[in-house]
Nanobody, 125 residues
Framework: QVQLVESGGGSVQAGGSLSLSCAAA?????MGWFRQFPGEERERVAG????????WFADSVKGRFTISQDNTNNTLYLQMNSLKPEDTATYYC?????????????????????WGQGTQVTVSS
């Protein structure tokens, strides 16, 4: 059973914006966005705990990306502004099933229980 479904990827010119969504099959208090460049390991982008009480961002996206969560419909969002060609990647959402106590650690380690199938973001110069 698919637990997480991403949407919203696409192509945009540098400087533009995209918004990603991730519909979850269950309520999670610890979720995150990751991305993967071709031939490289997945890297963390943004994490969120307890509906936004705690958030984390990779240095490369700070000030440009925002993460939010709508607990009424179990949906995670990633608003991406001022996009750069180096943001081109496949983006994945992830969710943890347990307590959010160690969400920061889970985010740093990428140790989530469920992962989406990924959505492609392409930024052209």
């Amino acid at each position: 059973q698919v637990q997480l479904v991403e949407s919203g990827g696409g192509s945009v010119q540098a400087g533009g914006s995209l918004s990603l969504s991730c519909a979850a099959a269950y309520s999670s208090s610890c979720m995150g966005w990751f991305r993967q460049f071709p031939g490289e390991e997945r890297e963390r982008v943004a994490g969120i705990a307890e509906g936004g009480r705690r958030v984390w961002f990779a240095d490369s996206v700070k000030g440009r990306f925002t993460i939010s969560q709508d607990n009424t419909n179990n949906t995670l969002y990633l608003q991406m502004n001022s996009l750069k060609p180096e943001d081109t990647a496949t983006y994945y959402c992830a969710a943890a099933r347990g307590s959010s106590l160690y969400c920061g650690t889970l985010f740093v380690r990428g140790e989530f229980d469920d992962w989406g199938q990924g959505t492609q973001v392409t930024v052209s110069s």
